[in-house]
């Protein structure tokens, strides 16, 4: 390259600023994570624990079933998603303590596409493994396998010093991520092999000619689009596993709601209790958060039928006469098209119905 650009390449920027951005996107997104769990209810301490399955499984965890079916990205998201702040906080101090110094060594274009190829490679062992989860571990382990490539062929005192340095942490990694921690060592394994293929393939400086400078501002810009559009088809998939849990909770109240209208048509019921059951499992219902239009119509109409045969056994107060005899007809016509309606939405929120002794759930 001409001086002068080289000397631009050379300065431009911190040597430090991809560093702490991948480290603000992970603490960004275990907030966003958090914050979903939360307001929906979650469990507590959700800025310390993991969050529920269904935000994780949204935000774009790791998971079999859905990368075979086609969910590509789910090898890619994995790498900024944690599983808990201990989890967040390990990851994000060992990229902090690795990553400038890569990063300043063999320039910011060469650490970005060592750090997403490596997390990657790792996902890609865990999803044929059948290992589910997500974390920026089988990155960082590519890291420090790079920099153990890096001193080795760096030589002397320093070089090797370096090495040994990196060696030590990826022994102290695997082992506590087996014994104590029960992490997932087949994702380390994978970026740790991923990193060193890298630092012996790659040349361990800084671009320095025209055609190297646009080769690697290239692949970094590549890898940045690859996790672009990844986060992209999570967005356009985002909710449905938390609508999914909504429309587990529907149908099992609307089998609730099943259960008391047919004891509410039975003679030998009190209507004064009958009447207060039904409008309990109306209200449960009521609470449930809105999921499509279609459901919303068939749901309100189990609703106000539910209310009107309340309203109508109250009338009735202890005459076990005509208010109790009732016509189910209603109610018949109204649970068969809320049971279409759930068996054609099934795909659309990764549910299906389960077989069990007692019959399908």
């Known amino acids: 390259m001409p001086a002068a650009p080289a000397r631009t390449v050379a300065h431009a920027g911190s040597p430090r600023f991809f560093t702490l951005l991948l480290i603000t996107i992970n603490v960004a997104i275990f907030v966003m994570m958090a914050v979903v769990d939360n307001r929906r209810g979650g469990q507590e301490g959700s800025f ?14 790791r998971w ?18 944690h599983l808990g702040l201990i989890h967040l906080l390990f990851n994000n101090f060992a990229l902090f303590q690795i990553g400038p110094l890569l990063e300043e060594s063999l320039g910011s274009q060469k650490f970005i596409f060592v750090y997403v190829a490596s997390g990657i490679v790792g996902n890609i062992g865990s999803f044929v493994f059948g290992i589910p989860g997500a974390g920026a571990s089988g990155a960082i382990f590519g890291l420090i396998a790079l920099a153990a490539v890096y001193g080795y062929r760096m030589g002397g005192v320093a070089g090797r010093s370096l090495m040994r340095q990196m060696i030590l942490w990826a022994g102290i990694g695997l082992v506590l991520g087996q014994t ?26 800084h671009p320095h000619t025209a055609r190297a400078v646009q080769g690697w501002n290239a692949a970094a810009i590549l890898s940045v689009a690859l996790v672009a559009v990844s986060f992209a088809m999570v967005a356009l998939h985002y909710g449905n596993f938390q609508r999914g849990k909504d429309v587990e909770l529907l149908s099992a109240k609307v089998r609730r709601m099943e ?18 059951s039904l409008r309990s499992a109306a209200g ?12 919303d119509a068939i749901r309100q109409r189990i ?10 056994l109250e ?28 068996a054609s939405i099934l795909t659309d929120y990764g549910l299906e119905y389960q077989r069990q002794s007692t019959g399908d759930q």
Not at 259 to 276: F, H, I, R, Y
């Open 259 to 276: 259960t008391v209208l047919n004891k509410s048509l039975e003679v030998n019921q009190d209507p004064v209790k009958m009447a207060s």
């Open 303 to 312: 609703v106000d039928l539910a209310l009107a045969r309340a309203s109508a």
């Open 284 to 295: 449960d219902i009521e609470r449930i958060p809105s999921i499509d239009a279609r459901s």
């Open 48 to 61: 310390i624990n993991p969050a529920s399955p269904t935000v994780l499984l949204d935000f774009g965890m």
């Open 180 to 205: 104590v921690l029960r992490a997932d060592n087949v994702n380390h394994i994978g970026g740790l092999i991923t990193g060193a293929a890298l630092g012996f393939a790659l040349g361990l400086e």
């Open 64 to 81: 079999g079933a859905l990368i075979a079916n086609g969910q590509w990205w789910r090898l890619v998201t994995p790498i900024f998603i």
């Open 315 to 342: 009338s009735a107060g202890k005459d076990s006469g005509p208010a109790l005899k009732g016509n189910g007809a209603d109610a018949d016509a109204i649970l068969s098209e809320y049971r279409v309606w759930e």
